[in-house]
């Protein structure tokens, strides 16, 4: 329906830990059962099997990661 869920502005270097706490704490709890997150690659995007599973136990039923290609 086009609407934004969230955004957020960093003043210093994302890591896995920032990410996953902003995800917990402001993105999945506005999240419905039907939503799809899609992600680049970005460092703290990586391990994907982890986030896969904790994406189905937090009820998000798909997560598609983009490739980033240089042209």
Sequence with gaps: NGRLFTVALFHHTINRAVFIQWLEEDLIPKLNKK?????????????????????????????????????
Aim: glycine residues 6%.
């Design 35 to 71: 939503s799809v997150l899609i992600m680049d690659n970005a460092r703290f995007h990586v391990g994907k099997k982890r986030f896969v599973n904790w994406w189905h136990k937090v009820g998000i039923s798909c997560c598609i990661y983009l490739h980033t290609v240089l042209i």
